[in-house]
Every structure is written in C-alpha cells, then in structure tokens.
Nanobody
C-alpha cells in the first residue's frame, strides 16, 4: 500500500501563508498516482480530524470545506507524485495537525470519496497560527 509523507508545517502569524506538501510513494504493482484521491485533514486541539480539501488526481477536480474556501488551494504534481495545500489568510483556528490521506486505488473514483475511504495516512505536520 502507498506511503504518504507530509512537510511544510510551522509557526506563522495570523494572515500569513504556508504551503504543505504530501509525497505519495510505494504504489502497488500496476497502480499509479492517477488512481487515487488525496485529502488533507485538519485536527484542531481536542477535536476530531476534519477533511478540509480533496483532489481527484486523474483530472485535478478539487473540493473544499466551507471553512477554507477562498483561502486554501489544493493541487498536485504528477511528475513528483505530490499533492500541495497552499494555505493563505491563516487564522488562529486553523491551528492543528494537518495530515494527508489517500483513497484508492480506483478504476472509477467516487466524486468525492467518503471519509471512510481514506485508509492510508501520513504522520501529520503541525501548523500553529499565532494571533
């Protein structure tokens, strides 16, 4: 099964920006990056993870939670098997651990996949937004 590794977290002031990266590797034989959907999940202090954005890798279709629409942008680079999350106009409530997770492999990708389909997770990266 695939492995995912996040990077790019850190400490930023409110109103600032960060870009997270999620590298996907170790595809099973016959599978490729395009067979997956990748989601970014935010877990605030004392809260359950919430999916904030999803990308369907094969065609770049994107989805966003209302809380991040207009501020976050998800994208992918097929040559690098990497999904990015550009986070702008950060708020203190965006603080938490951000994890990427993969759903798939699919022949026909659900649009979007339900949360339960995201079975492979990275270790997470901490984002702290100071007021």
């Amino acid at each position: 099964e695939v492995d995912l590794v996040e990077s790019g977290g850190g400490l930023v002031q409110a109103g600032g920006s960060l870009r997270l990266a999620c590298v996907v590797s170790r595809f099973p034989l016959g599978d490729i990056f395009d067979h997956y959907a990748v989601g970014w999940f935010h877990q605030g202090p004392g809260k359950l993870p919430e999916r904030v954005s999803t990308i369907i890798v094969e065609d770049g279709t994107t989805y966003y939670a209302d809380s991040v629409k207009g501020r976050y942008t998800i994208s992918s680079d097929g040559a690098k098997n990497t999904v990015y999350l550009q986070m702008n106009v950060l708020k203190p409530e965006d603080t938490g651990v951000y994890s990427c997770a993969a759903a798939g492999p699919y022949r026909v990708v659900p649009r979007p996949p339900p949360d339960g389909e995201f079975r492979r997770w990275g270790q997470g990266t901490q984002v702290t937004v100071s007021s």
